[in-house]
């Protein structure tokens, strides 16, 4: 192996990006593929009272709507599963852990949350189709502001988390930026709130699915997160919500320009 220490070193992807050769997800293109667009909930809190996909199913071009109907399993999340793939209404029992109802799922908790899912043979077909789907809402309290949330009184995100907007609770040990908690707080050392630089994803993060040749799901799409990049959570991930086995979900993780605080990290396959 070639000793590096001291030495300048090309990154393997650097000539495609500054040429423009390379190829992001959104480049991705195969033959006869299908197209997806989603419909968001465009609310910062309401509950989905009712979907109908009749006119867009009816649209010529159109292969597919989904919706949380259709989701097997329905949940999904970082640190505890507390976002539906898609909201709305739902057939599925109650969650035998915790004892919440499947109506949780109903509920639209931020505008980006996304209600049904529309496939078509065209990009424009898709886009028009997901305008033709109708949701009916019920709105709900909403808070838009942390110091809101902590109040008492501030209406409840989360039911089936109890009593409180607090998602965790961490106890920081040390940080690099660090800045006093204004008010009445701010001469306790203790009282500190910790600061990270959030950088802006460099580019869309789109992605495909096929069948490969071993009738496995490759997914091919940006991925943000280094256990995805890794090629071992997004499977389990996948799979969970498929009620499939993690093997036959193969993910490929396309080229990406950056992500949050890594800008531009290298690029890479997952083997077969």
């Known amino acids: 192996m070639k000793n590096t220490i001291g030495h300048s070193v090309t990154r393997i992807d650097a000539r495609d990006k500054v040429t423009g050769t390379a190829l992001y997800s959104g480049d991705l293109v195969r033959p006869d593929m299908l197209f997806m667009k989603t419909l968001f909930a465009g609310r910062p809190h309401a509950r989905v009272v009712r979907i109908d996909t009749a006119q867009a199913l009816a649209l010529p071009g159109v292969v597919a709507v989904f919706t949380a109907a259709d989701v097997p399993v329905n949940e999904y999340g970082l640190q505890w599963k507390d976002q539906p793939v898609l909201c709305g209404p739902s057939t599925l029992p109650e969650k035998a852990e915790t004892g919440v109802k499947a109506d949780w799922t109903s509920i639209v908790r931020f505008e980006g949350d996304q209600v049904a899912a529309i496939v078509a043979e065209t990009e424009a077909i898709a886009a028009k189709a997901r305008n033709l789907v109708q949701v009916e809402y019920e709105d709900l309290p909403a808070v838009f502001d942390p110091t809101t949330a902590l109040k008492p009184e501030a209406p409840r995100i989360h039911t089936e988390r109890g009593d409180s907007n607090i998602c965790v609770w961490d106890k920081i040990a040390r940080a690099m930026w660090m800045l006093p908690l204004p008010g009445r ?58 009620n499939r086995c993690a093997s036959s979900i193969r993910p490929l993780v396309a080229l990406l320009a950056g992500a949050k605080t890594y800008p531009c990290k290298s690029s890479w396959r997952w083997r077969s």
Not at 219 to 227: L, M, N, P, R, S
């Open 185 to 242: 707080m701010s001469s306790s050392k203790a009282n500190t709130i910790l600061l990270t630089r959030n950088m802006p994803t460099c580019s869309r993060r789109p992605g495909w699915a096929y069948f490969d040749e071993k009738g496995r799901i490759t997914i091919e799409c940006a991925g943000q997160w280094d256990d995805c990049r890794s090629g071992n959570r997004l499977p389990t991930l996948l799979a969970c919500r498929t």
